[in-house]
């Protein structure tokens, strides 16, 4: 199998594994950005962007590994899937990292504006 197989193949399994992650967090995501933004439309952007965020960062890392035909397609696929997870990881830990500097325990559940 050639390395652009095996690359081209590697990018399509990071897609899915991407938009697998995204398919999972994007209801809960939107609800908690409705409470922390206030209204829907500031919440509709900030889910895109974190949805971009969450598909081009493991897009980018995987770029990054040049599969190694010698080693076989299984460990030259799992290489190249390696960054990607690493990419992928990070953006959801970066996501939760800044939504949970906005979430405090003093908000009313529901009240989209911060305490005073």
Do not use: H, N, Y
């Amino acid at each position: 199998m050639s390395e652009v197989t095996l690359f081209v193949i590697a990018i399509a399994a990071t897609l899915l594994s991407s938009l697998a992650v995204v398919l999972f967090l994007r209801t809960s995501l939107r609800r908690i950005l409705v409470d922390l933004c206030g209204t829907a439309e500031r919440a509709d952007f900030w889910t895109a962007f974190s949805v971009i965020a969450l598909v081009l960062v493991p897009l980018i890392a995987a770029m990054f590994a040049k599969p190694d035909a010698s080693r076989g397609p299984v460990l030259a696929i799992a290489a190249q899937l390696r960054w990607a997870l690493i990419g992928l990881v990070g953006a959801v830990s970066l996501l939760g990292a800044v939504i949970s500097q906005f979430i405090t325990e003093e908000r009313a559940p529901g009240s989209g504006a911060p305490p005073r």
